[in-house]
């Protein structure tokens, strides 16, 4: 597949290398529409991101997305970045989910809080299952830091991106968090 020069109307994807492998972006014209960690190999994350986004042209990225493309890979090798600030494009996102989100987008790096903590910042503290969901089926990772987001007893959890579990803990280890705490390493 080449890659076209000159983006068109629609939506768009590109993929990077990181500290993790293999990432992915997509854009539209209200922002980016989704965040893809790495699969096995460049030809998987190429083929999730035809999944997830069909139609959507693989381009170079323009200057906001190399700008986006930045932050996020300093993320992923641990440094200081500013996330927090791309704008995600949210149509087609239930409300709750993005209230999540916008939680899950509060929690800094190196710092955690369990599906309750979540549910309880929402105003809703019986509803750390329906976080989990929708952290479950966040397509930003990870600019919405849902590998930040643990289980009852800073136990792991689940992890829905390629390589489950271990991908969770090799994020949350590149960003210091919790480091000899009995149960999350465990």
């Given at each position: ?11 768009f994807f ?13 854009w539209?014209?209200?922002g980016?529409?989704?965040v893809q ?7 998987q994350t ?10 959507a ?5 323009d200057?906001d ?32 989910h993005?209230r ?8 800094a790096?190196?710092?955690t ?16 299952r329906?976080v989990?969901?929708?952290?479950g ?11 930040r987001?643990l ?5 792991p ?25 009995p149960?999350?390493?465990?």
């Amino acid at each position: 597949m080449s890659i076209m020069s000159i983006p068109h109307a629609g939506r768009f994807f590109t993929l990077f290398d990181s500290a993790v492998g293999c990432c992915a972006i997509a854009w539209g014209d209200a922002g980016i529409c989704g965040v893809q960690l790495p699969e096995a190999d460049a030809a998987q994350t190429r083929a999730r991101m035809g999944l997830r986004f069909p139609g959507a042209a693989e381009v170079q990225p323009d200057a906001d997305r190399q700008a986006a493309i930045r932050q996020i890979t300093a993320m992923l090798r641990g440094e200081p970045h500013q996330v927090d600030g791309l704008a995600l494009d949210m149509r087609g996102v239930p409300a709750f989910h993005q209230r999540v989100y916008a939680v899950a987008r509060a929690i800094a790096p190196g710092q955690t809080l369990t599906y309750g903590e979540v549910a309880a910042r929402l105003g809703e503290p019986g509803a750390a299952r329906a976080v989990g969901q929708a952290l479950g089926r966040n397509p930003f990772a990870p600019v919405v830091p849902c590998h930040r987001v643990l289980a009852a007893g800073d136990k792991p959890g689940g992890f829905s991106a390629s390589g489950g579990i271990r991908t969770k803990l090799r994020l949350l280890i590149i960003e210091g968090a919790m480091r000899g705490t009995p149960g999350l390493f465990d």
